[in-house]
Structure formats: structure tokens, C-alpha cells
């Protein structure tokens, strides 16, 4: 089994900025890959970033492309998502997801491709 846990998450203005932290425990080396995911009351969950966990490959939703950017710790255990540059519309509760090796293969987009969830941090970016 494997633990995520975020932290980071916060009140913020428009145009500020945060950095989310996702930190694994447990068995973090049967993690392949991890995502950040966030859910805006009302809304379906969508994809914000994600990042291989062998070669650090990244993937960016449109809309934060250019804002944000995922990062993990050379050991493996901690990810981390800079944003910058921060909207109204990024208020959300942001959630931390990890594929499992072997299992969770594919499109890094899909919530369903992700064993691992954390329980999720609150940004809110006022106007």
C-alpha cells in the first residue's frame, strides 16, 4: 500500500503564487508515475499535471500549461506542483494521485488509471 499526503494548499490572490507537495509513503517504489488532479464544487475532477517517475516526463493540462509546473525529489518520495501566476477559476481542491507499476498503465488524463489518491488541499485564488 502506498500513502499520499498534500500539503501546500491555501488562501492566495490573483496572480500569486503556491507550491503543493505530495508525499508518498509506504510501498512508493511500486509507484510508476503521479498526478495532480483537482475538482471545483459543482465540477467533474480534471487533470492538472502528471510526471513519470523513471525519466520525469511531464504532461500539462491547457489550461494551467505555462503557469505550473511538476517537479519530484531525486529520491522518489516527494512531488511537487509549482503554481504561479494563480486565476480565480484555479480554485479547486487539488488531489494528488499515484499509478501503480504493472497496473495503472496509460493515459496519465484518466483519473481511472490511478490506484493511489490523496485526500486532497484546498487553493483558493481571489479576485
Do not use: H
Not at 523513471?54 to 504532461?59: I, R
Amino acid at each position: 500500500q502506498v500513502q499520499l499526503v498534500e500539503s501546500g494548499g491555501g488562501l492566495v490572490q490573483a496572480g500569486g503564487s503556491l507550491r503543493l507537495s505530495c508525499a508518498a509513503s509506504g510501498r512508493s517504489f511500486s509507484i510508476s508515475g503521479t498526478g495532480w488532479f483537482r475538482q471545483a464544487p459543482g465540477k467533474e475532477r480534471e487533470f492538472v499535471a502528471g510526471i513519470t517517475w523513471s525519466g520525469g516526463t511531464t504532461y500539462y493540462s491547457d489550461s494551467v500549461k505555462g503557469r505550473f509546473t511538476i517537479s519530484r525529489d531525486s529520491a522518489k518520495t516527494t512531488v511537487y506542483l509549482q503554481m504561479n501566476s494563480l486565476k480565480p477559476e484555479d480554485t479547486a481542491v487539488y488531489y494528488c494521485a499515484a499509478k501503480r507499476t504493472f497496473v495503472d498503465s496509460g493515459n496519465y488524463l484518466d483519473p481511472l488509471r490511478y490506484g493511489y489518491w490523496g485526500q486532497g488541499t484546498q487553493v483558493t485564488v481571489s479576485s
